[in-house]
């Protein structure tokens, strides 16, 4: 009855899936794949960079999934999805042409609005790279807003690249900066070898401009925080996505409460300002 007295005509998709049709699936790693998803009903989707959607495998459950690109301006979503548990598994088995239900999208997300005219570094490591690339393809659109746009990736082998045609892209672009490492090489690698931090070696950044994105594991991301806040970035100019912990998308099961806070409601965006004093989170 609560949920029917607060679900308005306004906000009605937050609680009832829409049904959208598989359009595209790409196996990126043995883990990986990405998913392009059309609305049935050819509802234009739009979306902050940050925000995600509630994915349902009809007859298994839900699961919520962090958006991996830029609004389109079209009825589209893609979508990066490890296979971790029923439904994200029960996902991989499909193809295209059936339909999964969404709902969203939710969270806080981040308007790219607020970083025009700063430099804007990216850091994202492994699966971080899906949210990230959101965040990334937002600002290469509107190229001209920004200064200096430093990207930095990482993966644990080769094999588990992400996007690879699209990194081979921003590797050819002269208006950014962009630096890729593997952990660990195989016989075909040839470039830079190294966990991510082992990039700011070869980095200069002015922390007076600098807006930082870093988004990956947990270990991942307290290393690289360090080397930001090293090159005295602000607090409050770093920004992460705590999207790892989220379940229901509306703040009801509990499951992403850290102390009084509901990071589907009031993130998965954050500031590392605010995230250092949830030290649950990290």
Not at 228 to 247: F, G
Request: glycine fraction near 10%.
């Amino acid at each position: 009855m609560a949920i029917m007295e607060t679900a308005t005509a306004e906000g009605i998709s937050n609680y009832v899936p829409s049904t959208a049709r598989i359009v595209q699936v790409e196996q990126f790693t043995e883990k990986e794949k990405h998913f392009l998803f059309e609305m049935e009903d050819g509802t234009e989707q739009d979306w902050k960079a940050g925000q995600f959607y509630e994915v349902s495998a009809f007859g298994i459950g839900e699961a919520p999934i962090s958006i991996c690109a830029a609004p389109a301006g079209d009825a589209r979503v893609e979508m990066c999805v490890r296979a971790t548990g029923n439904v994200t598994n029960a996902l991989h088995k499909m193809e295209a042409g059936q339909t999964v239900g969404l709902r969203g999208p939710f969270g806080n997300g981040f308007d790219m609005k607020e970083a025009a005219g700063r430099d804007l570094l990216f850091a994202a490591g492994g699966l971080g790279l899906a949210p990230c690339r959101s965040f990334i393809q937002e600002a290469l659109k509107n190229r001209d807003q920004f200064g200096r746009v430093i990207i930095m990736v990482g993966f644990r082998s080769p094999k588990e690249m992400l996007f690879t045609p699209e990194i081979a892209e921003w590797q050819k672009r002269h208006d950014i900066e962009f630096m890729l490492t593997v952990d660990r090489g195989d016989e075909s690698w040839t470039g830079h070898t190294g966990v991510i931090t082992t990039l700011f070696e070869d980095v200069q950044i002015d922390p007076t401009k600098t807006t930082a994105f870093i988004i990956g594991p947990p270990v991942m991301f307290k290393f690289t925080v360090l080397e930001v806040l090293a090159r005295m970035v602000p607090e409050s100019r770093i920004i992460c996505s705590l999207e790892r912990r989220m379940k229901c998308g509306l703040g009801k099961c509990g499951h992403c409460q850290i102390r009084n806070v509901y990071v589907c409601q009031e993130g998965p965006i954050f500031t590392y300002q605010q995230v250092k004093r949830l030290r649950e989170a990290i």
